[in-house]
């Protein structure tokens, strides 16, 4: 659950919808699906096994299970694409807190479709207002890791993600009575190959890396966590599962809505901050209904900002343990605290730096760290260790280690490979 809560945040509610809008609907929704079950599922194991067989989080686990440091430079691009992510989600953390305080004082009340993209387009060319709201996200997130207080966001998350994910089922029931609905549903389940294009395999790995928090460290530390009984197999299963759940959920929700209002399905990161105040304004307890979903999205996207900046914080603090001017817990934190604020500055102020580091990060980093963890365990770490975790306790997964030794060797390796070069035009 605590993985879950990690993985399931902004990037299936938010990205998720406008990403599929901008490459086809039904298409992107088939390619996505196969790229969880063909990377997604054993990159996940890939990343806990790594955490888990070592006991170190991402700093120290690769030198750990190889004895030797070759492999360290590993550790420092999964800690520069956390930071490089954090720029551009603590943004949209920010919009977020922003949401929850338009909808306590009824600022959408009676807003047409048109007024909703106007507030947005307003709200985030009002830099020091996007600047402040990031603020609060950045300090919240570096009170809890400063205070170590993660056990009770955990305890916290059992309860909110099941509201966020009743609150959704709710909001697609009341979405598919508006009329033009049947239009978006058509549009997200229904695939036109003729859109399938190279970019779009590249944008559904790049989400599909995203939204599971693949390759930059998150799962490693999560993996070392793990008791050393527990199921690496059930555990990437579950957690597939639920973030993929929540990831079809928000585009049943939004889809049918942006047909039914008329809005643009390729209208861009802003698209889920006009669709779903329209949706409220349609649903009884309409303010009420926006409040507590703009707060429980809240909780999601914190979930996600605490794994995320706790990399870079455990990051350096072991990295600077036995130097000169080591880093405490509380000094990493602030080091982290006044980088991440350079990071949302640069996104907010310089717009393209918000476009790219998104693109640089789930469709270059992302799978460049995953490709390098799939080589690092499918051709340098022993096999009978692997086969011993992937069997444990159950006889019947005996084959198990053998297809995925195969998968992690070949065919996610030559995967990534292959599409990186058709993206880059050379094949």
């Given at each position: 659950?605590?993985?879950?809560?990690?993985?399931?945040?902004?990037?299936?509610?938010?990205?998720?919808?406008?990403?599929?809008?901008?490459?086809?609907?039904?298409?992107?929704?088939?390619?996505?699906?196969?790229?969880?079950?063909?990377?997604?599922?054993?990159?996940?194991?890939?990343?806990?096994?790594?955490?888990?067989?070592?006991?170190?989080?991402?700093?120290?686990?690769?030198?750990?299970?190889?004895?030797?440091?070759?492999?360290?430079?590993?550790?420092?691009?999964?800690?520069?694409?956390?930071?490089?992510?954090?720029?551009?989600?603590?943004?949209?953390?920010?919009?977020?807190?922003?949401?929850?305080?338009?909808?306590?004082?009824?600022?959408?009340?009676?807003?047409?479709?048109?007024?909703?993209?106007?507030h947005f387009e307003a709200f985030s060319s009002n830099g020091l207002l996007e600047l402040l709201y990031g603020?609060?996200?950045?300090?919240?997130?570096?009170?809890?890791?400063?205070?170590?207080?993660?056990?009770?966001?955990?305890?916290?998350?059992?309860?909110?993600?099941?509201?966020?994910?009743?609150?959704?089922?709710?909001?697609?029931?009341?979405?598919?009575?508006?009329?033009?609905?049947?239009?978006?549903?058509?549009?997200?389940?229904?695939?036109?190959?003729?859109?399938?294009?190279?970019?779009?395999?590249?944008?559904?790995?790049?989400?599909?890396?995203?939204?599971?928090?693949?390759?930059?460290?998150?799962?490693?530390?999560?993996?070392?966590?793990?008791?050393?009984?527990?199921?690496?197999?059930?555990?990437?299963?579950?957690?597939?599962?639920?973030?993929?759940?929540?990831?079809?959920?928000?585009?049943?929700?939004?889809?049918?809505?942006?047909?039914?209002?008329?809005?643009?399905?390729?209208?861009?990161?802003?698209?889920?901050?006009?669709?779903?105040?329209?949706?409220?304004?349609?649903?009884?307890?309409?303010?009420?209904?926006?409040?507590?979903?703009?707060?429980?999205?809240?909780?999601?996207?914190?979930?996600?900002?605490?794994?995320?900046?706790?990399?870079?914080?455990?990051?350096?603090?072991?990295?600077?343990?036995?130097?000169?001017?080591?880093?405490?817990?509380?000094?990493?934190?602030?080091?982290?605290?006044?980088?991440?604020?350079?990071?949302?500055?640069?996104?907010?102020?310089?717009?393209?730096?918000?476009?790219?580091?998104?693109?640089?990060?789930?469709?270059?980093?992302?799978?460049?760290?995953?490709?390098?963890?799939?080589?690092?365990?499918?051709?340098?770490?022993?096999?009978?260790?692997?086969?011993?975790?992937?069997?444990?306790?159950?006889?019947?997964?005996?084959?198990?280690?053998?297809?995925?030794?195969?998968?992690?060797?070949?065919?996610?390796?030559?995967?990534?490979?292959?599409?990186?070069?058709?993206?880059?035009?050379?094949?």
């Open positions: 659950m605590a993985t879950a809560g990690s993985a399931v945040g902004l990037g299936n509610i938010w990205k998720f919808p406008y990403i599929a809008g901008e490459n086809g609907g039904g298409v992107f929704l088939i390619i996505y699906l196969v790229c969880v079950l063909l990377f997604g599922m054993p990159l996940l194991i890939t990343e806990f096994y790594i955490g888990k067989h070592s006991g170190k989080s991402a700093f120290g686990a690769f030198r750990a299970l190889r004895n030797n440091g070759r492999w360290q430079w590993l550790s420092w691009l999964c800690m520069l694409t956390s930071l490089i992510i954090m720029g551009f989600y603590f943004v949209v953390t920010g919009w977020c807190f922003h949401y929850v305080v338009a909808a306590l004082t009824h600022t959408f009340k009676g807003m047409d479709s048109a007024s909703l993209t106007s603020f609060i996200a950045v300090l919240i997130t570096a009170c809890i890791l400063w205070f170590d207080v993660n056990k009770g966001i955990e305890r916290l998350s059992k309860i909110l993600m099941p509201l966020l994910l009743i609150m959704m089922i709710l909001m697609a029931g009341r979405v598919l009575m508006l009329d033009g609905s049947s239009t978006g549903m058509r549009f997200f389940f229904q695939a036109d190959f003729s859109k399938l294009t190279p970019q779009v395999v590249l944008s559904a790995l790049g989400q599909c890396f995203f939204s599971l928090s693949i390759g930059m460290g998150v799962l490693i530390t999560y993996g070392a966590y793990m008791p050393k009984n527990q199921n690496l197999t059930t555990t990437s299963l579950q957690v597939a599962v639920i973030d993929t759940i929540v990831a079809v959920f928000a585009g049943m929700i939004i889809f049918p809505a942006v047909f039914a209002f008329g809005f643009n399905p390729a209208e861009g990161p802003e698209l889920v901050f006009v669709v779903l105040p329209a949706i409220f304004e349609k649903m009884s307890f309409a303010w009420f209904s926006s409040i507590l979903f703009f707060l429980l999205l809240c909780v999601a996207a914190l979930t996600s900002t605490i794994s995320l900046m706790e990399v870079v914080v455990a990051f350096l603090t072991e990295a600077t343990a036995h130097t000169k001017h080591p880093l405490d817990r509380h000094k990493s934190v602030i080091v982290v605290f006044v980088l991440v604020m350079a990071m949302i500055s640069a996104c907010i102020f310089l717009p393209y730096v918000f476009k790219e580091s998104d693109v640089v990060s789930s469709c270059i980093l992302m799978p460049l760290n995953a490709l390098a963890m799939v080589l690092f365990v499918g051709w340098f770490l022993p096999k009978k260790d692997i086969q011993h975790e992937l069997c444990k306790h159950n006889d019947w997964r005996r084959y198990l280690p053998m297809v995925y030794i195969q998968i992690v060797r070949y065919l996610v390796p030559l995967a990534i490979i292959a599409i990186f070069l058709n993206g880059i035009g050379i094949w």
